[in-house]
């Protein structure tokens, strides 16, 4: 029996280890100077900006054919990379006068991280096609096994977002900002405010987030609230959030919406507190332009 176990737990252990060596963290180098102008002091964001305005349409699609196709789009994207790799709120604190600063690099370079890997391997259908050898779960090639070098250290997607942005910052309105590179993600934004202005950005876009039907839609023929289902994986967010705010938390997901909403929003949420809350499949299809 006792040796039966042993074999058993040896096999286990076997398995596990050749689960590790294969889907071992594969690390995008990059291999680009950082912008000739990037300034001595702070961190400019303006390389990746600019190329936004370029590329992202009104609707937050990103036309990744023609920024694919522009040998110079592409190098000002791994310039800007190369900058994030050097520099980071960890390795150059004095670079970050402010917390919005910091959380401004983490929400920009991840999101720049992301279409990068995109550009990387275009065209794509999906991020979830970027997979591991043993493909542990959904999208574990693409969040969990690839690495990014931020201030000369190596972490995944998923790292960034959970433990240097979601663990650290404690802000629920991060999850209107980040993007996957999905049709269900946020819209990509443009313009990358720091310091004082991220403030007026983050709440800007909790407001359009939850205006957008496709986000929070209610149906009154089935009395029903639908959700994203970003609202369903990060609820403890949210939720904590209202009580951080001293707001009422109850009704859990509602109160957030209600709290973020503006009034006509509002008065529909208040009028359908009691339906059913049910979430939307998320569409991982790359939010590219048509």
Request: glycine residues 4%; proline residues 4%; contains cysteine.
């Amino acid at each position: 029996m006792k040796l039966g176990i042993v074999i058993t737990l040896g096999v286990i252990a076997l398995l596990l280890a050749l689960v590790y060596v294969l889907n071992r963290p594969q690390l995008n180098t990059i291999t680009a100077a950082i912008p000739p102008d990037f300034p001595d002091d702070g961190f400019s964001h303006q390389v990746f900006e600019q190329l936004l305005q370029t590329y992202v349409d009104a609707a937050g699609h990103v036309d990744y054919d023609a920024w694919h196709d522009s040998t110079e789009s592409m190098n000002g994207l791994s310039s800007y990379m190369a900058a994030v790799a050097r520099y980071s709120p960890d390795n150059s604190p004095e670079r970050f006068d402010s917390q919005h600063d910091a959380l401004a690099y983490w929400l920009f370079a991840y999101n720049a991280a992301v279409i990068k890997s995109i550009l990387d391997r275009w065209p794509l259908e999906s991020v979830t096609e970027v997979k591991a050898p043993i493909e542990v779960v959904k999208g574990f090639g693409f969040f969990y096994r690839q690495r990014f070098l931020f201030g000369e250290k190596e972490y995944s997607l998923y790292a960034i977002e959970n433990d240097k942005i979601r663990n650290s910052f404690r802000d629920a309105r991060i999850h209107f900002v980040l993007n996957c590179g999905s049709e269900s993600c946020p819209v990509l934004r443009p313009d990358l405010p720091t310091g004082d202005d991220l403030e007026s950005f983050l709440q800007r876009a909790a407001i359009d987030f939850v205006s957008e039907d496709r986000n929070v839609h209610i149906d009154h023929d089935k009395k029903q609230i639908v959700l994203s289902d970003i609202f369903k994986w990060f609820k403890k967010d949210f939720t904590n959030d209202l009580r951080r705010r001293g707001l009422p938390s109850e009704r859990g997901l509602i109160d957030y919406i209600a709290s973020v909403a503006r009034e006509p929003l509002q008065m529909e949420i208040e009028k359908s507190a009691e339906y059913e809350i049910v979430f939307r499949e998320y569409d991982w299809s790359i939010n590219e332009t048509e």
